[in-house]
């Protein structure tokens, strides 16, 4: 073979990928190089190196790495640069870690390269507070002196998993965080086209020295040929978890073994076990856990819910007398409520003007007096927010002092930490509140009992408007003597149910479901009650039901009945394919005067407020315990005296209820023993 055919043979067969062999070795470009994963030649198969161990933050794992054998962390560069003993000139490193709070004075290594025989590093990547920093040894342009680039204000010391891509290309390098806008520097000292990493090895989270080794958690460690990864690395939804190249054992979570057999790969948690009320349960908190202290269960957050994985079934037992609340006078209602990070209130709606209404706090353990407002004969309260606005409208029966009849609408002073007045409106013997939304915007409905002796008028719906910052009339309904609203929603649809209790003659009437079609309520469904004075709708399962409260059956055109006030109160479930509530169960009520509903474990109750049973107002009030089949059987029987108004609450201790007493200055909070 000629010479020149010769050198065509063989540039042909280099210009095809074929390579030269010198002394046995194949020699290809050092920027052909495939995407160099570090931090899985630290992981020997079927285990861990000495010095690491395996935590699982937030649903994510990491490696967390050992001060006290940095050298073991370490491994010959010559296993990762199998053709080419040169470092590439253009690449990127993709680093995915959770960094721990470090001293103002500290500098941590994410991992270095260093010759054998020298302290140097050859190339390394350095976090400080606030910095980052890249090293490399440059002989040609810097006199044999190591190079540093220092990327400014680069916070990562947040204790959240963060996706670091830094591009190299001679004098450019290109800092990207959890892929947001790149932070980018031109220096003068470009990165050396011809690093030799003969006889030089990787250390992961240290420079071969105890001191300055990484103390966060490591993830990811990839070195990828080419001036930037960025569009490679930036594609999935969570970039601060953004996946190049990842070692098995941090991958996703091992399935459980057989019962005979362990993990292949063992992890630890950074484990929260948080007490007191539910916490958020968001991306933050996953994989952290929750100990209900009153149900005594465990829960768990998979970064959108709490999962139960141990509770106790809690059951009633029984109801003890916890505290005995002595009112300003009679108490006509109540209204238990939260403000967030304020606390627990009970505002009473007591009958005397002087002095009035009070709201009380829950403070180690007990309510106790907190603010005092002028009411009219109060007979009711209604605790409800619109934004960041929080508000409690009073409903009064009587007139002012000066013959004006108003109910007011109070708002909560941050600054002064009180209820203060914001709006009054014009009422007629109102008997309740009830605020809602629907389609975003809020309303306010008030009951009007009566004007003068005439029962049939209009109950209002007032709108709130953003503008003015006032509600204003919306629509009004005709009722007749009514008692209560009670809003409630199915799907999409949006209903508000009112308790009609006398026309003037009789207290047999319909009271009406309203639903809310084109922008305002229309009848929905009438039912037959008996002078009806509270709704209670509630849910069991996929099951709706709406309770009524029938206080009283009088009509004066009919025979007396033997007792006007021993009469059935009903339970009516929804009906789907009907489109309607239907009867449910029928309940023996003395004066019935309203409904709570309440849940302890599994199971369900009803509570009825008996105020009067013809001859006395030392009457039992009873606890339904919901039995399938069987409905609602009578559990306890609670003594009452002209029991108003129940409420069930639940505090850190317990669960409690509490009710109001129309007949004397005395309210009592009842808790409910659980085994």
């Known amino acids: 073979m000629s010479a020149p055919l010769l050198i065509w043979v063989v540039l042909l067969h280099w210009a095809t990928g074929g390579g030269f062999v010198w002394g046995g070795r194949t020699w290809q470009h050092c920027t052909d190089l495939r995407p160099l994963d570090i931090l899985s030649e630290v992981v020997p198969a079927g285990g861990l190196a000495r010095g690491m161990r395996v935590f699982q933050v937030q649903g994510v794992r990491g490696f967390q790495l050992a001060a006290s054998r940095p050298r073991a962390l370490g491994f010959p560069a010559s296993r990762l640069f199998i053709h080419c003993d040169r470092f590439p000139e253009e690449f990127s490193i993709i680093v995915t870690l ?63 998993w963060h996706t670091l891509v830094l591009a190299v290309s001679g004098q450019s390098f290109s800092l990207t965080v959890d892929c947001s806008v790149p932070k980018d520097l031109v220096v003068e000292t470009p990165f050396p086209a011809s690093l030799s990493v003969k006889r030089a090895s990787f250390y992961l989270g240290n420079r071969r020295r105890r001191k300055g080794v990484f103390t966060g958690l490591l993830r990811q460690l990839v070195l990828l040929p080419g001036a930037d990864a960025t569009p490679r690395v930036c594609t999935a939804v969570n970039f601060k978890e953004a996946t190049l190249s990842v070692p098995t054992v941090l991958q996703d979570v091992p399935a459980k073994p057989a019962s005979n057999e362990v993990l292949k790969y063992p992890y ?3 484990t929260k076990v948080t007490l007191g009320s539910r916490p958020p349960c968001t991306k933050q908190e996953k994989a952290q856990f929750w100990f209900n202290a009153s149900r005594r269960g465990l829960y768990l957050c998979n970064g959108s819910a709490w999962i139960s994985l141990l509770e106790v079934k809690q059951r009633l037992d029984y109801v003890e007398e916890y505290q005995s609340l002595a009112t300003n006078s009679e108490t006509m209602g109540v209204e238990v409520f939260t403000i967030p990070k304020v606390g627990l209130f009970a505002a009473t709606a007591n009958r005397y003007t002087p002095p009035g209404s009070a709201i009380y706090k829950w403070t180690d353990g007990k309510f106790v007096p907190y603010q005092n407002i002028p009411t009219y004969q109060a007979q009711s309260w209604k605790y409800f927010t619109i934004g960041k606005k929080i508000f409690l409208a009073v409903a009064n029966f009587e007139q002012n002092d000066r013959g004006q009849e108003f109910s007011v609408i109070y708002k909560w002073s941050r600054r002064k930490e009180k209820f203060i007045t914001y709006q009054r409106i014009t009422t007629h013997s109102a008997r309740d509140w009830e605020a809602f939304v629907i389609e975003g915007e809020a309303f306010l409905a008030v009951v009007n009992h009566r004007e003068g002796n005439n029962h049939n008028i209009d109950s209002v719906i007032y709108r709130w408007n953003p503008r003015t910052g006032l509600f204003e009339t919306n629509q009004t309904i005709p009722t007749s003597g009514a008692y209560d609203w009670e809003f409630f929603t199915i799907g999409p649809y949006s209903f508000l149910a009112v308790a009609n209790t006398f026309n003037g003659t009789s207290t047999k009437i319909y009271s009406h479901i309203y639903i809310w079609l084109s922008g305002s309520f229309q009848l929905f469904q009438s039912i037959l009650t008996f002078g009806a004075a509270d709704w209670e709708v509630f849910r069991i399962g996929d099951r709706v039901f709406l309770a009524v409260a029938n206080s009283h059956s009088y009509d004066s055109g009919m025979p007396a009945p033997s007792n006007f006030y021993a009469i059935n109160s009903s339970i009516y479930e929804l009906n789907i394919t009907a489109q309607m509530f239907v009867k449910f169960q029928d309940l023996l009520t003395y004066s019935a005067l309203d409904w709570e509903f309440f849940s302890v474990g599994d199971d369900s109750f009803l509570v009825v407020a008996n105020s009067f049973d013809g001859f006395t107002f030392s009457v039992n009030s009873i606890i339904y315990r919901w039995q399938g089949y069987e409905g609602f059987v009578a559990a306890h029987h609670l003594p009452t005296v002209g029991c108003r108004d129940w409420e069930a609450f639940h505090t850190a201790e317990g669960s409690y209820l509490l009710y109001s007493s129309a007949k004397e200055p005395l309210s009592k909070v009842l808790k409910l023993k659980t085994t």
């Open 98 to 160: 959770r960094v721990l709070g470090v001293p103002a004075k500290r500098n941590e290594y994410i991992f270095t390269l260093m010759a054998e025989e020298s302290p140097s590093v050859l190339v390394g990547l350095r976090y400080a507070p606030d910095k980052l920093h890249f090293l490399f040894w440059s002989q040609e342009r810097a006199s044999g002196w190591q190079t540093r680039v220092t990327f400014h204000n680069v916070s990562l010391s947040d204790n959240q």
């Open 268 to 270: 630890e948690t950074d």
